[in-house]
């Protein structure tokens, strides 16, 4: 956890990298300057070695050549000075987001969470200085004069970051008051009284699943996140009925962390049923926007048809399933046309006006032709209802990331039910799928939990999945 920030404190930050993109490029210079109650009281520069060349138009532009880093440190070998150096420091840059997502990114490559209230001068620089035609660090500092003895060299850069924010600090009449600037720079962000800035910047940047409780601590919220902290700000961000509930009943906020989206879609989905917190309204309609039903034709045959996932369209409905797309919900009304020889005009899936395809091949029994009778076919439709939901294959196991580097998550469907998800730890050695299914506990069900499973087979990106040899318990 970190420590509470000083209230003058300020690490004005400048790096040079190799590339715009954190995610694929790496630093190769980073300075800092550390300033407090308006005096500087530590600084620091060095070159690090990206353990890569260096681009020639890079080179072009900071002078830093693939010999000059050579024998730099690289990142984790300065690591814990920008640690020490920033704490209970504001991190201050041009382009905040920028060198902050850079620096943060080097730290998750070397398994940290790296966090700090941040202030970007670009947009501090627009609200105290209105009407310039770009606030670029070069246009500044050529509008306001300020001598730089080598502009896109980190420390050079920090001390125009530097002189620029100064007088952003004078436009607010001299008041160096962090408290005012970081309210502007994130946006007039509204927590609720019992919740400070210091316990929203400790909350993590990971996927899981976030408990809002009132004084009582009664839980009266539950969500979802594959960024915990960033989800919890977007709720105070606007001002809707939801989130002025939020700031009036918030007292205290708690997390459960995953690791995978698919295990925090499950465990939220249970957790909003078993505690029914207050303000959760409808909270999967945006996530399954269409739904399949059942209702009765003119002629007393069960038809089955797909709606969208409204208040109004659920209303009096016999709601079978949810998907996250119409094409989902087509393609399981395919299935089951399939495995209960059911119509396809009767499902909605043929609009000719003539019998329908399968009863021409001999698999349709007639009944949109009026030759089956109603009550055999409703019969079979019944049957398909009751399977509606059950996930195909009927046996699996499921891998995902874990909460952590060391661990899998492992989620089980048994017998086309959602059945437990578990964490197993990657020094275990190889497990086949019914082995890693030893590990999983029964979950509580609820229909619904399949609809999630089918939705992330639909595109299971980096999760794994291996079939399982039994579906008894």
Known sequence: ????????????IDIETTGGSAHHEKIIEIAMQVIEDGQTVNEFQSLINPERSIPPFITRLTGITNEMVQEAPKFYEVAREIIELTEDAVFVAH????????????????????????????????????GLRSYSLGNLIRHFNIEVEARHRAMADVHATSIIFSMILQKQNGHENSKKLLQVAQKNVSLPPAISYEQLEDLPEKTGVYYMTDKDDEVVYVGKSVNIRKRIKQHFHNINPKSNKLY?????????????DLVAFLLENEEIKRLQPEINRSARHNSFP?????????????????????????KNRRILSEHASYLAAKSQLSWLREEFRLCSKLMGLDKS???????RIGKCLGACQGIEAPESYNDRVMEASKNQDRISPANMVLIDEGRNSDEMAVVVVRNGNYFGYGFVGLDVGYLNAEELAENVRKSSFYPDHNSIVKRFLQNPGKIRVLPLAYGTE
């Open 1 to 12: 956890m970190e420590s509470a920030l000083k209230v003058n404190r300020y690490a004005i």
């Open 95 to 130: 382009n905040v987001r920028f060198d902050f997502g850079f620096i943060q990114e080097e730290f998750k490559r070397l398994g940290f969470n790296y966090s700090r209230k941040q202030l970007c001068t670009v947009y501090l620089s627009k609200k105290a200085f209105p």
């Open 248 to 260: 009036q009943r918030v007292n205290s906020i708690r997390f459960e962390i995953t690791g995978s």
């Open 290 to 314: 269409y739904f399949t039903y059942l209702t009765e034709n003119s002629n007393g045959y069960l038809v089955f048809d797909i709606a969208s996932n409204t208040i109004a369209n659920r």
């Open 353 to 359: 006006e003539h019998a329908c395809f399968e009863f």
